[in-house]
């Protein structure tokens, strides 16, 4: 079982996507969707997450314009 995050751009701020994961992958059960202020709100939302079903780590997928994606600087 894992937990995965995703942050993307909103008008008012960003969406978060939390989900659960089986071991192959698969989502289980329903994602939640919600507006967060901030990258750090989500993080903070998917690490509570993760520790109730008793994991130490979770996957952050950022889709935001300052995501850090491959060569920027």
Do not use: H, N, W
Request: no cysteine.
């Amino acid at each position: 079982m894992s937990v995965r995050l995703k942050i993307e751009d909103d008008r008012e701020g960003f969406v978060a996507t939390i989900s659960q994961r089986d071991d192959m992958g698969k989502v289980v059960g329903r994602p939640s969707v919600v507006p967060v202020s901030s990258k750090e709100e989500a993080k903070q939302q998917a690490k509570t997450l993760a520790r109730s079903l008793g994991l130490k780590v979770y996957g952050i997928i950022d889709k935001t314009d300052a995501g850090g994606s491959p060569g920027s600087p």
